[in-house]
Nanobody, 123 residues
Framework: VQLQASGGGLVQAGGSLRLSCAAS????????MGWFRQASGKEREFVAA????????SHADSVKGRFTISRDNAKNTMYLQMNSLKPEDTAVYYC?????????????????WGQGTQVTVSS
């Protein structure tokens, strides 16, 4: 199984980025997909997750109204649209896959992890 995260970069506060996570080696449509992030010196935290069918999603309170998770099962790819970015969003963002049907928040529910993509938001 491979999860390849991409789309990170340096952006000014208030800007936008779109992260992608391309999956291979698994039946993508049978996995809940999630985004987590880890800032320097901090623990990894849940950002958002989308269930098997895209009808169910969950977003952390800190990103609600600014970030939107989605998936395209035909392309085996998940996305995270990040708008109105803040300096506190700076972190390495990881994508992960869980066999759960509906979005789950705990990192221990996820079996597979990507390598991470750096997002840096300047003030």
């Amino acid at each position: 199984v491979q999860l390849q995260a991409s789309g990170g970069g340096l952006v000014q506060a208030g800007g936008s980025l779109r992260l992608s996570c391309a999956a291979s080696g698994l039946t993508f449509s049978r996995y809940t997909m999630g985004w987590f992030r880890q800032a320097s010196g901090k623990e990894r935290e849940f950002v958002a997750a989308v269930g098997w069918s895209s009808r169910t999603t969950s977003h952390a309170d800190s990103v609600k109204g600014r970030f939107t998770i989605s998936r395209d099962n035909a392309k085996n790819t998940m996305y995270l649209q990040m708008n109105s970015l803040k300096p506190e969003d700076t972190a390495v963002y990881y994508c992960a896959a869980s066999p759960r049907v509906v979005p789950v928040l705990g990192s221990d529910e996820y079996d597979y992890w990507g390598q991470g993509t750096q997002v840096t938001v300047s003030s």
